[in-house]
């Protein structure tokens, strides 16, 4: 990205930012087919575009429930693709990428962009626009246990100028328990997801495997999509995926909330926060929604979420 193209971003953004500073918390919220959306990112016209939009079998597609290691595996399918390019068109290094941020207009100018394109999106699956199932897009998709996606969540939003900021923890939690957050409730995602975790267009991964064993988890992706990466290039991507130097380089991707995307990328930051009793509450509405299912057994709640 040229300085003037970063300037104008930043510019966009702070202006984005005053138009919503003196908003009440109820005015950030958009709700569409029964979701809440932040309306300083999403809109009407979007979702609309999104019925029609022309998706390719090439495409790499991401899928998270916000805060579930999005940012992070995102930046690791750019290095991923950047590595399998075997041509010499340039792919951009920072659009936004997630689907239902863009504008009508900027999904219309995807049509212009070499394969494979990468993009995002933390849509329930039920959302997620029919074209890209109609094509076969392979979906990489990313859980974390909910303990820990609900602390980020909460510490996202607080930081986040773009999002309205809750009062307290024990509020967030509340209402994150509910489903009354953005994109719905985590349990809905995730048992939507369980449903079709054996889909041969879909990969599923959690945060907690990819701090455990990084590089097997890039072999993983680039087994995935058929990519052709050298052992050496494998590496590359793992040196330059680590949390730490993601963090480090935040700056030059995520401008000055960089902190907030990349907060602390840590297991077990949920016992600082969780009460006896909402620990006590999330191990029920686990054992409620995903015990015995193949994503609940992924997720390894008794390893990460049990004191």
């Keep these: 990205m040229s300085t003037a193209e970063m300037e104008e971003r930043i510019r966009l953004y702070e202006e984005r930012i005053a138009k919503f500073q003196n908003k009440k918390p109820e005015e950030f919220i958009m709700e569409y087919k029964g979701y809440q959306y932040p309306v300083t990112l999403c809109s009407l016209d979007t979702f609309k575009a999104l019925e029609t939009f022309e998706a390719r079998r090439e495409d790499v597609m991401l899928v998270s429930y916000p805060k579930c290691g999005f940012n992070w595996v995102l930046q690791l399918l750019r290095y991923i693709v950047s590595c399998n390019k075997t041509n010499n068109e340039e792919h951009p290094k920072h659009e936004v990428p997630i689907i239902e ?24 699956y039920d959302e997620i626009p029919a074209p890209f199932f109609k094509k076969k897009t392979k979906m990489v998709v990313v859980f974390r246990n909910p303990k820990d996606t609900v602390v980020s969540y909460f510490h996202f939003c607080n930081g986040n100028p773009l999002l309205p900021s809750c009062s307290s923890w024990d509020e967030f939690f509340n209402k994150f328990m509910a489903g009354d957050v953005f994109w719905g409730s ?8 369980n449903k079709h975790i054996d889909d041969e267009d879909v990969m599923l991964l959690t945060f907690e495997e990819l701090k455990e ?17 050298s052992e050496e290039q494998i590496q590359s991507v793992a040196d330059r995926g680590t949390f730490k ?4 380089n935040s700056r030059n991707t995520h401008f000055n909330l960089g902190d907030v995307f990349f907060r602390k990328g840590e297991i077990g930051d949920w016992k600082n926060h969780f009460s006896d009793l909402q620990s006590e509450e999330m191990d029920a509405k686990f054992e409620e929604c995903l015990a015995g299912t193949k994503l609940g057994a992924k997720l390894k709640y008794d390893l990460y979420c049990k004191t």
């Design 101 to 124: 941020f863009r504008s009508p207009e900027r999904l219309q100018e995807l049509k212009n962009s070499p394969s494979p394109r990468v993009f995002g999106t933390h849509l329930h």
């Design 186 to 193: 985590y349990f809905s995602h995730a048992i939507a997801w």
């Design 213 to 229: 064993d990084l590089t097997g988890g890039i072999k993983k992706i680039v087994d995935f999509y058929g990519f052709s990466l």
């Design 245 to 248: 130097s993601m963090k480090d």
